[in-house]
């Protein structure tokens, strides 16, 4: 008799060895179900005494109970979760369910079942299902998807679609995808973009597991160096994955990867309909799918034959994930590489000082671009001194700054106005009582959101209509925005610039891919005069007629002071100057700032990166912080605040002792408040060479919590 070790997926425990049943073929990766006590769950098959859990004798073993039909997990991707696991202080199963994500798991079917209404309403017209003809219009997805859309319950859709209301559509999920042509146009590099592209084609060419650091200036042509590597892995019959940052708003995006290959890549992202998601899976997994462009969610899945894979814009920090297994998706990528062998290119205008440590330190291979494609000039940068020039009070936009607009809208060309707060007004209160708008959840102020007419919570998502009179006082017309957010400046644009049409690009304005290639379009057909926008802007658009960015306020980065303000400040400012003056017209960029010494301030205007990143090295190696030490922070949360506080104050009670290994706290973690929970904080400042992870999980991993705390680990963390 066989005994296999299994992974469990939806479980905390485990993993348990089974034995496996005369006749059924399982190797090491396969997927199968198991018994648990009355239940069956799933889970994979790993490999014999993995995770060190006690042995059941054989006779005690219970049979796995059936096999899922796909390949099994590759010995690459096992070693991915192990080690993803063991860094992040994660569970391996939660790792796991990464690799094989809802809707994965699937029967032999070859096509799912969508439904579209008739337009034939039913004869008996309930509240639920009138709700569900004014928000469904031509939708064809499934019962699940429908229900969502609509706001119901599915019994709601189920009951409509036996009565006729809906029709059903059997959609295929193995079409095949169409296949990307490596030459199917092939552009002609400069000498620095085909030294690069050379290297990274070889790279691909020989299946070397390095990883790349493409540096080069806004504009500087790496994409079209990094399509050099995805055309080389074609040729290799092997798959690219490309992560993005932002994969639902990519449209424009996509379209140039057709237009360079031939065919559309294959997207994988949060945003997928089931069909859609289950199609791409199976050519995923079966490697029909061969260039995969992702969210960091499609890091983890079972690739069949990785060539290369590519991060762009690898400094973006949404590539670091909050909740549940908190990875970021970046450093994993480069594990990936490693594990299956294949180079990793990380593509940045503006790199993390991270990578930037490590190609200097010798372990990733820089590549780097040192010029503007095809002569265009990097824009000047010039600062607008607030405590010198300052807009009249309750205005943001300093006159230097506006007559710079008013030359451009004169001249029909467009400017760009950056302002990283979504909304009108971070903050709302009252003049008669002093009453501030919070969030009963958060420890955070209500932001005025005057295009939906709420005041919203920007950490839990809770809204309420924006209020006439005060809750504390009673007054009326007593109420005042307190500091502006983009739609403000937005007003301010239509009153001082009363011809100029402008656009709001914000996550609240650009929410599909359909709105963000509307958006695109406008500009295009230059049916905008002044976009205002918050970091959405400052990714990857390319406007030639976009000739001035004016940074409403460069300081909000820099007041908070963590410990990548710097870094962050100089990151979203040297991005979003980088629109201006794309193509042949010069660009301009004004910072408005109350800092103008601040030494970020003052590379940007110099346009002086070496500079800047010199600085910041040296002052993270003389604090010993990330790169250099390291951090954790220790988030431990309850309903109840006593709770909490008892957990933290238990735990810091009995942090470990080590050298190099100080723990600070428990302090109040800063949102204190985080949807509904009390958080406590305790920070692990660690020297390089300590086992950080070992003795983190060897303190924590004996406590016994109160039932209603939770513990979480955030390796590596990027707020704290
Ligand atoms: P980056 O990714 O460095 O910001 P891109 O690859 O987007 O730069 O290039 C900027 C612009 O220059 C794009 O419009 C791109 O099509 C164009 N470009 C870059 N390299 C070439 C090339 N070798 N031939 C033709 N156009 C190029
Ligand atoms: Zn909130």
């Not at 490309?242 to 449209?251: D, G, H, K, N, V």
């Not at 490590?358 to 000039?377: D, F, N, S, V």
């Not at 960015?549 to 007041?559: K, R």
């Not at 992870?693 to 406590?703: A, D, G, K, S, T």
Request: hydrophobic share 40%.
């Amino acid at each position: 008799m066989t005994r296999v070790r299994v992974l469990l997926f939806n479980s905390a425990v485990g993993p348990f060895d089974y034995s496996v049943p005369a006749g059924m073929d399982l190797p090491v990766g396969s997927v199968a179900q198991v018994p648990l006590g009355p239940r069956r769950i799933d889970g994979i098959v790993w490999d014999a005494g993995a995770f060190g859990a006690a042995e059941i004798e054989a006779s005690r073993l219970r049979p796995v109970a059936a096999k899922y039909d796909m390949p099994p997990l590759s010995q690459p991707l096992r070693r991915l979760i192990e080690w993803t696991a063991d860094y992040y202080l994660a569970s391996p199963a939660a790792v796991a369910r990464m690799a094989l994500p809802s809707g994965s798991l699937f029967g032999p079917g070859r096509s799912i079942t969508e439904y579209r209404l008739t337009g034939e309403p039913p004869a008996r017209m309930t509240p639920q299902r009138q709700q569900v003809y004014d928000r469904l219009g031509g939708e064809q997805a499934t019962v699940r998807e429908l229900a969502a859309i609509a706001g119901v319950s599915e019994g709601v859709i189920r009951s409509l679609v036996s009565s006729g209301a809906f029709e059903a559509v059997e959609v295929p999920i193995d079409r095949p995808w169409p296949r990307p042509d490596p030459d199917h146009i092939t552009p002609s590099l400069n000498q620095e973009q085909q030294e690069a592209a050379d290297r990274l084609a070889e790279a691909v060419r020989r299946a070397e597991p390095v990883p790349f650091l493409l540096d080069g200036v806004t504009g500087s042509g790496k994409t079209e160096v990094y399509f050099e590597a995805v055309a080389e892995a074609l040729r290799q019959g092997k798959q690219t994955l490309l992560l993005l940052p932002e994969i639902a708003l990519t449209q424009p995006f996509l379209t140039r990867i057709e237009a360079r290959f031939g065919a559309a890549p294959v997207p994988w992202h949060s945003g997928l309909k089931q069909t859609e998601r289950r199609r791409a899976w199976n050519a995923i997994i079966s490697g029909d799918a061969k260039i995969i462009v992702g969210a960091r969610s499609a890091l983890f899945l079972p690739y069949a034959n990785l060539g290369v894979i590519i991060v762009d814009e690898a400094h973006e920090t949404s590539f670091k994930q909050e909740d549940g297994v908190r990875y970021n998706a970046r450093d994993v990528a480069v594990m990936r590489g490693r594990f299956e062998g294949c180079p990793v290119v990380l593509s940045s205008a503006t790199p993390a000082l991270e990578s930037r440590v490590m190609a200097e330190a010798g372990r990733y291979e820089p590549l780097i671009l040192t010029h503007r494609y095809g002569g265009a000039q990097l824009p000047r940068i010039s600062l607008i001194d607030l405590t010198q020039d300052a807009p009249p009070r309750n205005q943001w936009i300093a006159p230097p700054l506006l007559a710079a607009m008013q030359e451009r809208l004169a001249r029909g060309e467009q400017s760009l106005l950056f302002l990283n707060r979504r909304g009108y007004a971070p903050l709302t209160l009252c003049r008669h009582c002093g009453h501030r708008f919070k969030c009963p959840n958060c420890s955070a102020w209500m932001v005025d959101h005057r295009l939906s007419g709420r005041l919203a919570c920007h950490h839990c998502g809770h809204a309420e209509p924006s209020p006439s009179a005060c809750p504390e006082c009673g007054e009326t017309d007593c109420l005042v925005a307190c500091g502006p957010g983009v739609e403000r400046i937005a007003d301010e644009v239509a009153a001082l610039l009363p011809t100029a049409r402008r656009a709001i690009v914000t996550s609240d304005t650009i929410w599909s891919p359909e709105k963000a290639a509307e958006f695109v379009a406008q500009v295009e057909a230059k049916a905008i005069d002044v976009i205002i926008g918050t970091q959405l802007v400052t990714k990857g658009y390319h406007f030639p007629d976009l000739t001035l960015v004016g940074v409403i306020d460069a300081d909000i980065g820099l007041e908070g002071g963590d410990l990548r303000a710097g870094e962050r400040t100089f990151q979203q400012i040297a991005q979003v100057a980088g629109r201006a003056g794309r193509a042949a017209k010069p660009g301009e960029v004004f910072i408005q700032t109350r800092h103008p010494d601040a030494p970020v301030i003052d590379a940007l205007v110099q346009g002086d990166r070496e500079a800047f990143y010199a600085a910041e090295t040296q002052a993270r190696r003389d604090a010993n912080v990330p790169p250099f030490g390291r951090l954790a922070a220790i988030i431990i949360s309850s309903e109840d605040h006593a709770e909490a506080h008892e957990a933290a104050r238990q735990a810091g009670a009995v942090a470990p002792e080590h050298d190099g290994f100080a723990v600070y706290g428990p302090a109040p973690a800063p949102l204190s408040l985080l949807r509904g929970r009390h958080r406590y904080r305790l920070l692990v400042h660690a020297r390089r060479n300590v086992e950080m992870q070992r003795i983190i999980r060897e303190w924590l991993q004996p406590m016994r919590w109160a039932p209603g705390v939770r513990v979480a680990v955030d390796v590596d963390p990027y707020s704290f």
